[in-house]
């Protein structure tokens, strides 16, 4: 079988582009190979790209405005670069219609969110460091990915999944209330959990790595 070519999304700056290590190396220890792929504006080459990936990770950064998703702003909020932005957007839409395998980290499950129509809670205090506890739904895909209805996760995010978009459900929520994981409502693989899996050294962040190769590997 053909090793399957994962695709992630990029911080810019002026100078690079870059993502964190940890996605690549949990990425390749998965069985995938990582591909890099930078902001581009014209929706020919967007698509070009998607035709040399099997499945794609949609890393975390800073915010996406809340204008987006009819929200006002707030002081904390930080926003990404309106290029890489764009980008994102347009990238995370056509993954959704064209049904790629795709696992979404933090700002990743946010993205997927706001591109399947739905709404984020601008500023989640209690949120931005240390770990805490998520509850998984019994049944959902991703509890079968885990093997796991119940875990401990890192936490780094300010922001949260409010109401779901389309074809989305919720499926984790921190004890707290919080909405930690989203998944698809229909057969595709969509996994989108808002903890970062790529720092954790854990059966539970491996396996959603491997379930994202395998589903890509199967397309």
């Not at 695709?7 to 190396?25: D, F, P």
């Not at 790209?49 to 915010?63: K, M, N, R, S, T």
Request: proline residues 5%; hydrophobic residues 45%; contains cysteine.
């Amino acid at each position: 079988m053909a090793i399957p070519r994962i695709g992630l999304n990029t911080s810019l700056s002026s100078e690079r582009v870059a993502v964190g290590y940890g996605y690549i190396e949990k990425v390749r220890q998965a069985g995938g190979a990582p591909v890099l792929l930078p902001p581009v504006s014209a929706p020919a080459m967007l698509a070009r790209q998607l035709e040399v990936v099997d499945g794609i990770v949609f890393v975390g950064g800073a915010d996406y405005d809340p204008a987006l998703y009819g929200k006002p702003t707030h002081p904390k909020v930080e926003l990404v670069p309106k290029e890489r932005q764009d980008y994102d957007l347009a990238l995370c839409r056509a993954v959704l219609a064209r049904r790629i395998p795709a696992l979404g980290i933090c700002g990743g499950l946010q993205l997927v969110n706001i591109a399947a129509g739905g709404t984020l809670v601008v500023h989640v205090e209690g949120h931005a460091t240390g770990e805490h506890t998520v509850a998984v739904t019994e049944g959902s895909a991703l509890a079968r990915v885990l093997q796991a209805t119940s875990l401990a996760v890192n936490t780094s995010h300010h922001q949260a999944a409010d109401a779901a978009g389309a074809n989305l459900r919720v499926v984790a929520r921190a004890e707290d209330g919080v909405i930690e994981a989203l998944e698809a409502a229909d057969a595709r693989f969509l996994l989108a959990v808002q903890w970062h899996p790529e720092r954790m050294q854990t059966p539970e962040s491996a396996r959603l790595f491997a379930a994202l190769v395998r589903a890509a590997a199967s397309s």
